[in-house]
């Protein structure tokens, strides 16, 4: 692939460079991201009327490429957004505009939310410059939206001249007035619905709004020049003869190739190669450094190793980010001592940025260095305090190693940032039990399940503060909650009752919540025995008690229990629920099939059953079986009847022709055992078809979606490679 991709590239590229002489490094960088709002079209209008405003001084990278403008880390299989690490809400904040600013390498990076009021609009404004962070409150009256768009714009005007007062032009551009008027019914409205959906990701469906109202009254200019801009990105590949139409002959405006440089690697039609090229040439135009961190992860993407390691050297020259960019990609090649020190670039701290701060975090944490991950982190939470993303993790870290006060410390500061996180209640609620502030633990575990009613693991936290403080019946109302919320039982949870016996010595409480924990995830013979240490701890009670249902609990227990049955017929099946193609070939996967009963009042809840394939002049336990596949079972609690039919048991390819005998059991423990025996017969040699289906891969047709094949072609399989070659010669071009 790199053979073939490489030389295009090169002439490509150096077909843009010729194209864009005209082409010079902008004064001044601007991003603008979507700001948030509950009228979502409003957030994204007020962003991209500050962005307009700006578009004569500076280059702008625009909200409706702003939120995929931070190049992802490489990493071995993929890549790592830190959009997808932090989630999108950060974003909206002083925390999302330093990440933005860092991540981009830009001058200035602008984001904020807008919040609507009977007596007009609010607009929480954050820049980023050089100097650090300006926030700003800015408001409008309910029918004039469009002045919060004209405050901001004149805010980063100031900013871009007192913080860049060397690369500022000397003269603005003239006066953009606004287009936004508060409606969003008209062409205007069309338009900044397309450049939400630019924003999202959705270029198709951006092109058709904009080809609906681009030309129509009302609509703003620059609605042209973004769907022509989504013309050139949906126009598919290009080789150096169409490089004018990829970098487009009149467009030499750092902005608009930008955009379309952004943009194509969001396009569902990326051609590394061109969009490649696109990145060389905003690099002409703009000078960022982060163009260079988008063509090194293309060429990633294309397994062009010295093309990565170039682009990504020369982005590591330009900005932190992109030494950590670098140095992922050397990292997911095994060559992460060739990079950047990110251990230097952690101990700069707040110099370093967020965005750099945050990315050798994660890859301090992919490669397992505990340490300098806790380094970067704590640099994090320092450089970008308004950011819980550090607080959390550093956590996480603290709870690994047994260290609950640094926990609770950091958490603390999480719920001040955060506090309607019911994750961080949860957390903080079990460092507090740690720490043995029970009635702190117990205030916080009730907030979180105020916050959050989902939240099971604060229900068995609280229950567990309740059982070692002697309140049964409220302690297994917790847990029964925490249960309601998911039938399986947190096997952490138990654990933690289990510890809780050495930290909260002679307390019969704890026997009792662990025996029905036990007994609720079936594990009968230990429910017995916690039983049995709970009444000889437990005063006696008056019938209708705790005692006393523990004491029917065990009676229960000590009882037989009745026998696993099987109904029907055990069935091998080509494949889960497939047809019973008999004779089989060697390679098939097979599926036994059959449906496990009880007379009692139901299954076990976990079940093991064993298929195993042996020579059919043979008992079971005379030799070991030519294959064997296992799968653990969970059956809802209740079922008294449940169909076995999704373990593979994997024919041996070079499995000879002639007659074997397939042997099931199901395994409820307990004594709970049942076996089935099936004959089998095995014919003829290993088929790719019979494989395909059986695993339920099934390849469609280009231009149908029809299949290409089914069950009924078992009867010809050769047929399918003349198949396969006939659809991929009909749809060759």
Not at 421 to 426: D, F, V
Not at 495 to 504: G, I, K, V
Not at 545 to 553: M, T
């Amino acid at each position: 692939m790199v053979s073939r991709s490489t030389p295009p590239l090169a002439r490509l590229v150096s077909c843009l460079v010729a194209l864009i002489f005209a082409a010079h490094v902008a004064a001044a960088s601007v991003l603008v991201h979507p700001f948030d709002s509950q009228d979502v079209l409003l957030g994204v209008a007020v962003a991209d009327e500050v962005a307009n405003s700006l578009t004569d001084r500076a280059t702008v990278i625009g909200p409706e490429a702003a939120p995929g403008a931070i190049p992802p880390l490489v990493a071995e299989g993929g890549f790592i957004s830190l959009s997808r690490v932090v989630g999108t809400q950060p974003f909206t904040g002083a925390a999302g505009a330093d990440l933005l600013r860092s991540g981009t390498g830009v001058d200035i990076a602008v984001t904020g939310s807008i919040e609507q009021r009977d007596s007009g609009y609010t607009l929480q404004l954050a820049v980023a410059h050089p100097g650090g962070l300006r926030t700003a409150e800015l408001q409008a009256p309910a029918d004039e939206p469009e002045r919060l768009s004209v405050l901001a714009g004149a805010l980063i005007d100031s900013i871009i001249d007192r913080q860049l007062p060397d690369t500022a032009p000397g003269e603005s551009g003239p006066y953009r007035p606004p287009s936004l008027t508060g409606s969003f019914d008209d062409a205007y409205g069309g338009y900044v619905r397309a450049v939400a959906l630019v924003g999202a990701g959705l270029l198709e469906d951006a092109l058709t709004e904009l080809e609906a109202v681009a030309a129509a009254e009302g609509a703003p200019p620059r609605a042209a020049a973004l769907r022509d801009d989504l013309l050139v990105l949906l126009g598919g590949g290009a080789d150096e003869g169409e490089a004018e139409s990829i970098a487009g002959a009149a467009v030499t405006d750092a902005s608009r190739l930008a955009r379309r440089a952004i943009l194509s690697v969001s396009s569902p039609q990326i051609d590394p190669v061109v969009a490649a090229a696109r990145f060389a040439a905003m690099k002409d135009a703009t000078g960022l450094a982060l163009a260079d961190a988008w063509h090194g992860a293309l060429a990633a993407s294309v397994n062009d190793r010295a093309g990565a390691q170039t682009a990504l050297a020369e982005a590591a020259a330009g900005y932190d980010y992109g030494a950590v960019v670098y140095a992922s990609f050397l990292f997911s090649r095994g060559a992460a001592e060739e990079g950047p020190a990110l251990a230097e670039l952690v101990a700069d701290g707040a110099e370093a940025g967020s965005a750099a701060l945050l990315g050798a975090s994660i890859l301090a944490n992919l490669a397992g260095d505990s340490e300098l991950e806790e380094e970067a982190l704590v640099a994090l939470s320092r450089a970008s305090p308004f950011l819980t993303y550090p607080l959390e993790h550093l956590s996480y870290l603290y709870f690994d190693r047994e260290d609950a006060r640094s926990a609770a410390e950091v958490l603390a500061v999480a719920i001040e940032l955060a506090p309607e996180s019911g994750l961080y209640w949860t957390n903080l609620g079990w460092a507090y039990y740690l720490l043995g502030s029970l009635e702190l633990s117990e205030e916080a575990s009730n907030t979180a399940l105020s916050l959050d009613g989902s939240q099971e693991v604060a229900a068995y936290n609280l229950g567990l503060v309740m059982v070692v403080t002697g309140r049964l019946e409220e302690a297994m109302a917790a847990y029964q909650r925490a249960l309601r919320l998911d039938p399986e039982v947190n096997d952490e949870a138990v654990e933690d009752l289990e510890n809780a016996r050495a930290r909260f010595p002679g307390e019969p409480t704890i026997e009792y919540a662990v025996a029905v924990l036990y007994e609720a995830e079936g594990r009968r013979s230990d429910a017995r025995s916690a039983f049995r240490r709970y009444l000889g701890l437990a005063d006696d009670g008056e019938p209708g008690s705790l005692v006393q249902q523990a004491r029917d609990r065990l009676a229960v227990l000590e009882a037989p229990l009745p026998p696993l049955e099987v109904s029907g017929e055990l069935t091998l099946n080509l494949g889960q629920r497939g047809p019973a193609a008999s004779p089989f070939h060697p390679g098939d996967p097979l599926y036994p099939s059959f449906e496990l009963t009880t007379p009692g009042d139901q299954l076990p809840t976990r079940v093991t059953v064993t298929a195993s394939l042996r020579p059919a002049d043979t008992k079971p336990d005379d030799a070991a079986p030519l294959a064997e596949a296992t799968v653990d079972l969970e059956i809802p609690a209740g079922a008294v009847g449940y169909v076995v039919d999704a373990l593979e048991l994997t024919l041996p390819a070079d499995l000879a022709s002639g007659a074997y005998l397939v042997v099931v059991e199901a395994d409820g423990g307990e004594e709970q055992r049942v076996e089935l025996t099936t004959e089998l017969s095995v014919e003829g040699e290993p088929e790719l078809l019979r494989r395909l289906i059986g695993r339920g891969l099934v390849m469609t047709s280009f231009q149908s979606g029809a299949p290409l094949y089914s069950a009924q072609d078992l009867a010809a399989p050769d047929q399918l490679t003349a198949v396969m070659l006939d659809e991929l010669a009909a749809s060759a071009t």
